[in-house]
């Protein structure tokens, strides 16, 4: 199993109960936090823990214990106060890792202004894409197929530059746990690349596999960056 991380994710909006979910079902810890129990409620026994609070209130966060998390996601996208006030408390408490959901191109201008990690636009990426490229930001994208089998678009890192496909633990298209299918190299594509082949920088790969072993491969070879 991938290396389990803490994350605590403000709001259960449909992004945020998705990426709770999502982060849950990858193996993660997740903490999960929103004023209305009711959503609360709906996503018990889907994560880690799950409690009704204020998400924007430092004392609330600092009494959960999320100052010693490894990421927090903001999910607040229509009050855009609320969330560009959950982000400044994250940061001032130390999360060094803050997603947070934008609304529009103004809120997402103001969240980039405070240094927020990564922000997402809710229309171009689901809560599941994002689960999955937390912590291994070399997913572009990624499509669930069953709940721990997908397809992966990766931007081969700089760790893998040289290496053989094979070298790396995936394997061909016959895999059990992982198959690259094509490999993206300028403009051109290889359907199915030997897994003898070198991967070069800039190189794109896509490969199908189970979500733990993927994970485990990428944190292995880039935990040194």
Same mark, same amino acid.
């Given at each position: 199993?991938?290396?389990?991380?803490? %994350?605590?994710?403000?709001?259960?909006?449909?992004?945020?109960?998705?990426?709770?979910? +999502?982060?849950?079902?990858?193996?993660?810890?997740?903490?999960?936090?929103?004023?209305?129990? +009711?959503?609360? *409620?709906?996503?018990?026994? !889907?994560? #880690? *823990? $799950?409690?009704?609070?204020?998400?924007?209130?430092?004392?609330?966060?600092?009494?959960?214990?999320?100052?010693?998390?490894?990421?927090?996601?903001?999910?607040?996208?229509?009050?855009?106060?609320? +969330?560009?006030?959950?982000?400044?408390?994250? !940061?001032?408490?130390?999360?060094?890792? %803050?997603?947070?959901?934008?609304?529009?191109?103004? *809120?997402?201008?103001?969240?980039?202004?405070?240094?927020?990690?990564?922000?997402?636009? #809710?229309?171009?990426?689901?809560?599941?894409?994002?689960?999955?490229?937390?912590?291994? =930001?070399?997913?572009?994208?990624? /499509?669930?197929?069953?709940?721990?089998?997908?397809?992966?678009?990766?931007?081969?890192?700089?760790?893998?530059?040289?290496?053989?496909?094979?070298?790396?633990?995936?394997?061909?298209?016959?895999?059990?746990? $992982?198959?690259?299918?094509?490999?993206?190299?300028?403009?051109? /594509?290889?359907? $199915? =690349?030997? #897994?003898?082949?070198?991967?070069?920088?800039?190189?794109?790969?896509?490969?199908?596999?189970?979500?733990? *072993?993927?994970?485990?491969?990428?944190?292995?070879? #880039?935990?040194?960056?």
């Amino acid at each position: 199993m991938a290396e389990k991380s803490n %994350v605590a994710v403000i709001g259960l909006g449909r992004f945020g109960s998705s990426i709770a979910r +999502s982060l849950y079902n990858i193996g993660h810890d997740v903490l999960a936090i929103d004023l209305d129990e +009711s959503k609360v *409620h709906d996503i018990m026994g !889907q994560v #880690t *823990h $799950s409690v009704a609070g204020d998400g924007t209130n430092e004392g609330v966060l600092r009494e959960l214990g999320v100052e010693a998390y490894d990421a927090a996601v903001v999910a607040i996208g229509s009050d855009i106060v609320a +969330s560009v006030m959950a982000c400044v408390i994250l !940061q001032t408490i130390g999360i060094s890792n %803050v997603v947070a959901r934008a609304n529009n191109e103004t *809120h997402g201008n103001a969240l980039h202004k405070l240094g927020v990690n990564r922000i997402v636009h #809710t229309e171009k990426e689901m809560g599941n894409r994002v689960a999955h490229s937390l912590f291994t =930001p070399e997913v572009e994208q990624y /499509v669930g197929l069953t709940p721990d089998f997908g397809v992966n678009v990766i931007r081969v890192p700089i760790e893998w530059v040289e290496k053989p496909i094979k070298g790396l633990g995936l394997s061909g298209p016959r895999g059990k746990k $992982s198959a690259v299918l094509a490999l993206k190299r300028g403009k051109d /594509v290889f359907l $199915s =690349p030997d #897994t003898d082949e070198h991967l070069k920088s800039g190189d794109v790969i896509v490969v199908a596999g189970k979500d733990d *072993h993927l994970s485990d491969i990428l944190k292995n070879d #880039t935990s040194n960056k």
